[in-house]
Structure formats: structure tokens, C-alpha cells
């Protein structure tokens, strides 16, 4: 019995190819990376919200205290019933207290929920404890970015940066609470720069 012979049209694979090597997709990424073809991304800052940035709500806090401790040392210099056991003190007392434990509660919020990352090629901002979302902006998307600082800010060397995008979905994003604020913005400012050179895009 003869068998068919082979359409002339049919070419065998040749030896190595991926076909017949089995070789994983993921793998052959991998050795471009590896190669030089495909610049490998990198972190280029990580950051959080910093206790410097309530500067502010310190202040008022410290004041706060003066106030109250002032005024109750005060009364018992003054009248000789007074008692620090008594109703004046325990409401001056309790509402010093109240106060300084919802700063420190809301500055461990602000410095656990908030968490940034610039990368070379995209800034990934994380947020939220129980339930977190992440948004990611690429950085050949940004357009301006600016820091603002208020006076106290500036003696403490904390600010926020204002970035803008060309991305329709997260036109701005507001990085705030971050020490040294001038260098960060100038890494995120020379990040862009790079990436928008390297893909030939031009420079705002």
C-alpha cells in the first residue's frame, strides 16, 4: 500500500522554533528584557504621608494645651477649693485629651492609607486600609506639575504636588503631605522628561 506523499507546499518547521521547542511565551519576554531590547522598569521613589505635613493641626494642638493646662494650673492658684478632681479640670482635661488622640488617630490614617510610587515608566498611587484602590498614571502622560506650601510647611520642608495629566480618566492627582517636596518633584520632572526622549514625544 503507498502512502501520500507530502504537498510540495509543506514546509517542515525548522529546528529551534518556537513551535517545536515549547518555549514559554513569558520566557522569551524574559530574554528580551534580559537582552537590552526592553528597558526593564524600575522604582524610582517610594513615599508616604508625612507627620510633618499636620504641622498645622500641631500647632493648634500645642496651643490647645497651653491654654487649658494654663488656665487650670490658673484656678488652683487662685482659689483654694480647687480641686483636680473636680468638674473644671475633668472637662478641660477630657477635651485635651479628645483632641490630641484624633490627631494621632488621623495621622495614622493619612500615613497608612496613603502610599505613592514612582517607577520609570508610571506613578502608582495607592489608597485606602480596609479596602484599597490603586490608580496608575503614566508618566508620558503628564503634562505639569507644580508644588504648593503654605508658610509652616516650608519651615518643616513638607509640601504637596499637583500633578496633571493628558489621561482623560485622572486629569489630576494631588500627592500631598510629602517630605521634601522640591526633590520628589523633581525626580517625577525628570522622569518624564526621560521617558517622553525616549519615546520621541515632545516636551511641555
Known amino acids: 500500500m503507498n502512502t501520500p506523499d507530502k504537498p510540495a507546499n509543506l514546509k517542515?518547521?525548522?529546528?529551534g522554533s518556537s513551535s517545536d521547542s515549547?518555549?514559554?511565551p513569558l520566557s522569551e519576554k524574559l530574554e528580551e528584557v534580559q537582552s537590552g531590547e526592553h528597558e526593564p522598569e524600575s522604582t524610582l521613589w517610594i513615599g508616604r504621608y508625612s507627620a510633618r505635613a499636620m504641622v498645622g493641626l500641631w500647632f493648634l494642638g500645642i496651643v490647645e494645651a497651653i491654654i487649658i493646662l494654663g488656665g487650670l494650673i490658673y484656678l488652683s492658684t487662685v482659689y483654694d477649693d480647687f480641686s483636680w478632681s473636680g468638674w473644671p479640670a475633668i472637662i478641660g482635661l477630657s477635651l485635651l485629651g479628645i483632641s490630641w488622640i484624633y490627631l494621632l488617630v488621623l495621622l495614622a490614617y493619612r500615613v497608612l492609607a496613603f502610599e505613592y510610587e514612582l517607577t520609570s515608566q508610571r506613578l502608582i498611587h495607592r489608597r485606602g486600609i480596609v479596602f484599597r484602590?490603586?490608580?496608575?498614571i503614566e508618566i508620558i502622560d503628564?503634562?505639569?506639575l507644580s508644588v504648593s506650601q503654605n508658610l509652616l510647611e516650608r519651615m518643616v520642608n513638607v509640601g504637596?504636588?499637583?500633578?496633571?495629566?493628558?489621561?482623560?480618566?485622572?486629569?489630576e492627582l494631588l500627592v500631598f503631605g510629602i517630605h521634601d517636596c522640591e526633590e520628589v518633584a523633581d525626580i517625577f520632572d525628570k522622569a518624564r522628561i526621560k521617558e517622553r526622549r525616549k519615546r520621541g514625544i515632545q516636551i511641555r
Request: charged residues 40%; negative net charge.
Open 142 to 144: 503628564m503634562r505639569d
Open 12 to 15: 517542515e518547521s525548522p529546528a
Open 160 to 171: 504637596n504636588i499637583k500633578l496633571e495629566s493628558s489621561d482623560s480618566s485622572d486629569p
Open 22 to 24: 515549547g518555549q514559554n
Open 133 to 136: 484602590k490603586t490608580e496608575r
